[in-house]
């Protein structure tokens, strides 16, 4: 973990560069734990597969492995949106300045992965920053808020065949909107699997459903970015 300042703000984040020490931009959104191990283990992971991975600290320290104070948690976050959408343009703001970035097809463009809440952010960032943003990938979380119509991504979702929290109708009904946006979108659902199904530290963690979403991500990825 280090401090990032952009722009007068002060940003915690975990960043990882892969050994070649250049690579595309992936932005990391954690879920509503924080900046917890997982994800910035999957930075590292990111930067194994030869991206540049920064996660920012939405929650600026702090953390918890509690359902209701992760509740309480994001529901604080919400009511911060301004400050979390300066600190997310302020992440990609550093990407775009690290000696690691580099162009994708011309553009300077970046990467999202959102778990969650963070997905619901990532949604968000790729309208709110369309120019910024080149693909999308979300884990178990279904947005239709924003106009789509706007974002330049193509998104990758994520979700469990058994997650509570995300109705089938719910993901059905985002993948309308965004075709309906014309946007490319591929969802795929993983049989048996449940909300927080990537997470290596929660109960609900489903070994083959995380490799092979793993593996669907870091392809999208490099066909987006690469």
């Known amino acids: ?34 900046l917890t191990e997982p994800f910035r283990h999957i930075c590292d992971r990111l930067a194994e597969a030869g991206f540049v991975a920064l996660a920012p600290d939405l929650y600026q320290g702090k953390t ?22 300066g600190d997310i343009a302020g992440a990609i703001q550093l990407l775009h300045q690290h000696t690691a970035s580099q162009l994708t097809n011309g553009h300077n463009k970046l990467a999202l992965i959102g778990f969650s809440l963070g997905g619901a952010y ?30 330049h991504a193509a998104y990758l979702c994520h979700f469990g065949e058994n997650d509570t929290f995300e109705p089938v109708e719910s993901v059905v009904e985002m993948e309308k909107t965004l075709q309906a946006a014309g946007k490319s979108v591929t969802v795929y659902t993983y049989p048996g699997a449940s909300h927080w199904f990537f997470e290596e530290n929660r109960p609900e963690y489903d070994a083959e459903a995380a490799r092979l979403a793993w593996e669907r991500t870091i392809e999208f990825l490099h066909q987006q970015l690469d």
């Open 122 to 151: 990532a949604f968000d960032t790729s309208v709110t920053l369309a120019d910024e943003i080149a693909a999308v990938v979300t884990f178990y979380t279904s947005y239709t808020g924003p106009d789509y119509s706007a974002s």
């Open 64 to 85: 918890t492995t509690s359902i209701e104070e992760a509740q309480a948690l994001g529901a604080a976050l919400d009511q911060d949106e301004e400050r979390v959408r």
């Open 1 to 34: 973990m280090s401090e990032i300042h952009v722009d007068g703000r002060t940003i915690n984040a975990y960043m990882a560069v892969p050994e070649q020490g250049s690579g595309p931009g992936v932005l990391v959104l954690h879920a509503w734990w924080g």
